[in-house]
């Protein structure tokens, strides 16, 4: 049985083609169906209450780009969104305008959460699942990407906005490892 499947308000900040994040060219029902119809084959999170579901990369711009010698990066220290701290952010200085540097992802993940663990943080959804960020990458379909190493560690130590990642510090210290090694020559565009 398909659970209730939403969109999180969290997902507002990738609505815009020119921010540095993945986005989507099609209406946001399209988005809760290309959920539904990939529900089997949704894949286990970094946590309990947290899934991947593999879709079609048609129809998404990802923000990311394979950094070379000489790119410029730009930085900033803003909230993600109202009432979560800043944070610090370094991008890739597009010469031009963000959404004309964006491409096609090889792959695309939706990442849900449950309405349970959405709730640690006092956040209450209607839908079982709620759409929180959508990942184009670089990677071939099935080939995990690690979390960016900032967002992986305001996770585990539950900065302002993280969810906690149950990790032990074992198992932190090496997807912090993987995570470094496979985002050091990555950025968003920004």
Known sequence: MIPTIGINAFLDRQRDPNCGLTHWEFPDEELVQRAKSGW????QGYRDGVVL?????VGFKAGM????????????????????LPRKFIGYASP?????????????DLVLYSRDTLAEDQTVIVSDWDIIAVLGK???EGEEEPMDPGTLMANHFKDSGGTATGMTPEQFET??????????DKAQLG
């Open 40 to 43: 089997d084959k949704r894949r």
């Open 53 to 57: 579901i593999p879709v079609s990369p």
């Open 65 to 84: 780009r394979i950094l070379h010698e000489g790119d410029e990066l730009r930085g900033s220290y803003t909230a993600r969104r109202p009432g979560e």
């Open 96 to 108: 031009g305008p963000i959404a004309e540097a964006k491409v096609e992802p090889r792959s695309v």
């Open 138 to 140: 670089f990677c071939s």
């Open 175 to 184: 997807a912090l490892r993987r995570s470094y090694y496979y985002w050091r």
